[in-house]
């Protein structure tokens, strides 16, 4: 099959981090021959260290990756169209498909608009189903998700024992953190320890109230955030405090698979890092991207009737979510913690911490494992979308 994929970057790196996992899914599980066309490559390079901001065209790991520029190559389509989160292909591309319609000499592609990952139940009546367009060229509407209704969650083959492996050696999680830049001093904390958790988190999440909760608990941790992310976190913690903070750089997604894999809990957020931290095995709290009216909260309750963990991570999981009032700082604020005058901060540190106490955290670590384990037994994702569009093609 030779597929385009077009993404377009919306913000931060869930577009391009869904689509390039994608790519490569479709192309080394299924040996599909992909074009991928990325209109913001300087967020592609940030996750793929390799990629060239500025090329017009570019092999990458097999994947001809084509800047989507206002004026982008006349390309011919090929077999299967996939346009994800409904970023609407270039005119000039669209044209060419309706051209192959018209001249009825041979098929348009299947075209498949990859949408949002959700949990709500609704997606499972629209997946798969197709609309035909004024122009005859019809679209077939894929939902990634969390049941059999849907088109599973993109995950690699092999990639449970690769975690395995991977999570039974201390060695090898050692060195591959001392690649990140982790010093000695910082390791021994983790070696003595320490608790090791990931943060992966937009502005708003309630950051200083995690460090309190962390901080209030009986076991050491060890922070590990992005170069970028929470940029105030320093300045939030107490002095003297058994929580040790280590920046860590942008990584490849295979890297950030094991950065994860190395976590006790890993807080992660948007799309792509949530699926790569079930994959974990592991606790995970996860930041839903906010929209506007709440929306997102409704997507986040639905997520949550599929997560296995009990009450008190549930709990944590929404006050996570529950950005604090503003009241003057809180965020960053070295002192905030003793001063803040809203219950809110003292409520999300309780709820944070109580997730953390026994029987709660070795309940969610068990919930982690069982819910991998659940997933993992579905078809995938790449899997799912091969199949459906094996099918659209033999019965044309
Ligand atoms: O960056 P995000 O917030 O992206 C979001 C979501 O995709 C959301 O659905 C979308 O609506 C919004 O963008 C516009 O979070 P997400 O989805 O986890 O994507 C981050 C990607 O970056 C993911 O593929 C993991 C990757 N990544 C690395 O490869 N290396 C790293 O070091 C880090 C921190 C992330």
């Given amino acids: 099959m030779q597929a385009d994929i077009f993404c377009r970057v919306v913000d931060n790196y869930g577009d391009i981090g869904v689509c390039w996992r994608l790519a490569r899914r479709m192309a080394q599980g299924h040996g599909w021959s992909i074009r991928l066309w990325v209109d913001d490559l300087r967020a592609f390079a940030r996750i793929q260290p390799g990629i060239t901001a500025d090329a017009a065209r570019q092999m990458f790991d097999g994947i001809d990756v084509v ?12 077999d299967v169209v996939i346009e994800a989160f409904a970023c609407d292909p270039p005119s000039a591309f669209v044209h060419a498909m309706q051209q192959r319609l018209h001249s009825g000499q041979a098929q348009p592609p299947i075209w498949i608009n990859l949408e949002y990952l959700s949990a709500e139940p609704w997606i499972e009546s629209c997946h798969g189903l197709s609309s035909q367009r004024p122009d005859g060229l019809t679209k077939y509407f894929f939902f990634p998700g969390f049941t059999p209704a849907t088109g599973g969650l ?3 083959p092999g990639l449970s024992a690769e975690r ?7 060695d090898e999680q050692e060195r591959f953190l001392r690649g990140l830049g982790l010093g000695d001093d910082v390791l021994k904390h983790w070696h003595t320890g320490a608790r090791l958790v990931s943060l992966f988190c937009y502005p708003e999440a309630p950051v200083a109230a995690l460090v309190k909760a962390l901080t209030d608990d009986t076991r050491p941790t060890l922070l590990l955030v992005p170069e970028g992310v929470a940029p105030s976190l320093e300045q939030t913690l107490a002095a003297g405090a058994h929580v040790r903070i280590a920046r860590v750089p942008f990584v490849p997604q295979p890297d950030f698979d094991r950065l994860l894999w190395c976590a006790d809990l890993n807080f992660v957020r948007g799309e792509d890092s949530l699926v790569r931290a079930a994959w974990a095995a592991r606790p995970l709290v996860w930041q839903i991207y906010p929209q506007d009216e709440n929306v997102h909260l409704e997507k986040l309750e639905a997520w949550l009737t599929r997560y296995p963990a009990p009450a008190e991570a549930q709990a944590a999981i929404r006050a996570w979510n529950a950005p604090l009032p503003d009241d003057g700082g809180v965020h960053g604020d070295p002192g905030a913690v003793a001063q803040a005058p809203d219950m809110g901060l003292a409520t999300t ?3 944070l911490g109580a997730a953390l106490l026994s029987p709660a955290w070795a309940n969610w ?3 982690a494992r069982d819910w991998d384990a659940a997933q993992a037994a579905r078809p995938d994702l790449g899997d799912s979308l091969a199949e459906f569009c094996a099918k659209l093609s033999r019965k044309r």
């Fill in 349 to 351: 540190v309780a709820a």
């Fill in 67 to 78: 800047h989507w520029t206002p004026e982008p190559p006349g390309l011919e389509p090929g």
């Fill in 365 to 367: 670590q068990d919930a």
């Fill in 154 to 156: 993109l995950r690699e």
């Fill in 164 to 170: 395995d492996s991977f999570q039974a050696s201390h």
